[in-house]
């Protein structure tokens, strides 16, 4: 299997977004628990499932979108 150049640069710009996209999302998980805390709550579903949505918030864009950015370079590279 040979990797295309394009198809690198499009994992790139893929693996950039899922960074920007994991940061934007942390720190909406980690407001949303801190509203919640000084609220006068336990920190709601974002501080029960904390360790779940940690994971999906990282795992997803940060190896999704790297495998998108490679398959949608590649196809339209030809």
């Keep these: 299997m040979t990797i295309s150049l394009a198809g690198a640069i499009g ?5 950039y977004v899922g960074w920007l996209d994991w940061k934007i ?7 949303a628990e801190t509203k919640n805390r ?16 940690g994971a999906l918030i990282f795992g997803v864009p940060v190896f999704g979108f790297p495998i998108i950015g490679y398959w949608a370079a590649s ?3 030809g």
Excluded: E
């Design 11 to 15: 994992a790139a710009v893929g693996l």
């Design 25 to 31: 999302l942390k720190g909406m998980l980690q407001a």
């Design 38 to 53: 000084q609220a006068g709550g336990d920190g709601g579903v974002a501080a029960r499932h904390k360790a779940l949505l």
């Design 75 to 77: 196809q339209l590279a």
